[in-house]
């Protein structure tokens, strides 16, 4: 069961483009929505997160957008570079009944950006 | 301050082995969750330890156990491996796993079963 879906797969702009991540979740226990970045051979590294009472948030050139009533978040990185080729994850965590955080992930979005 | 390092890197294992993987969290930080990352299913959560208690648990065969020692450190285990379970083993830790203090990932096991 895929809680949190992601989209596209892939994608590929150029240099300077705006690449768009979209997520979409059906859980609305959600309570925290972070984004994480992956290049190949390390860990994902976290990049910037929202809370579902904000509808926007910026971070350098990344911004998240969240529209709570629609259930859904996107990622937009502006001015891209070559060097944010990387495996896009997005996230969104629960609780469990003993109130313990359980973060579940989307199936991520490789991103190259052309010279 | 160090990173989370987990050990080793690489494994290969044959079917109906046993593997057991190592992190060690950054210091201070006392939550440790494991992932399994594929192709297919991407990133997938494992179980969290807190304080040497499993405190939150994935959709995973009992084949798949962990624990965690004092000092943080944790293990994870993998009984009778299947080819299936050839991924790459996350580990992420944080300070207390609540609130919004972000997860830090190692970079990782990478299991391969022949």
């Known amino acids: 069961q895929q809680q949190v879906k992601q989209s596209p797969q892939s994608l590929i702009v150029q240099k300077g483009g705006i690449p768009i991540i979209n997520c979409a979740y059906e859980?609305?226990?959600?309570?925290?929505f972070p984004w994480y970045q992956q290049f190949p051979g390390k860990g994902p590294a976290l990049l910037i997160a929202?809370?579902?009472?904000?509808s926007e948030k910026k971070e350098g050139r990344f911004t998240i957008s969240f529209n709570k009533s629609a259930k859904q978040f996107s990622l937009h990185i502006m001015d891209s570079q070559p060097g944010d080729s990387a495996t896009y994850f997005c996230?969104?965590?629960?609780?469990?009944?003993?109130?313990?955080?359980?973060?579940?992930f989307g199936t991520g979005t490789k991103l190259q950006v052309i010279p | 301050k160090a990173g989370v390092t987990q050990t080793p890197r690489y494994l290969i294992k044959t079917r109906g082995q046993q593997v057991t993987l190592s992190c060690s969290p950054i210091?201070?930080?006392?939550?440790v969750s494991w992932y399994q990352q594929t192709p297919g299913q991407g990133l997938q959560f494992l179980f969290e330890?807190?304080?040497?208690?499993?405190?939150n648990k994935g959709n995973f065969p009992g084949r798949f156990s962990g624990r965690q020692f004092s000092n943080s450190r944790s293990e994870m285990n993998v009984s009778t491996l299947e080819l299936g379970d050839s991924a790459l083993y996350l580990c992420?830790?944080?300070?207390?796993?609540?609130?919004?203090?972000?997860?830090?990932f190692g970079d990782g096991t990478r299991l391969s079963i022949l």
């Open positions: 859980n609305t226990a959600f309570d925290y």
């Open positions: 330890y807190f304080s040497e208690t499993q405190r």
């Open positions: 210091s201070g930080h006392r939550s």
């Open positions: 996230a969104a965590r629960d609780r469990n009944s003993g109130g313990y955080q359980k973060v579940t």
């Open positions: 992420a830790s944080s300070v207390d796993g609540g609130g919004n203090q972000p997860q830090h």
């Open positions: 929202i809370r579902p009472d904000v």
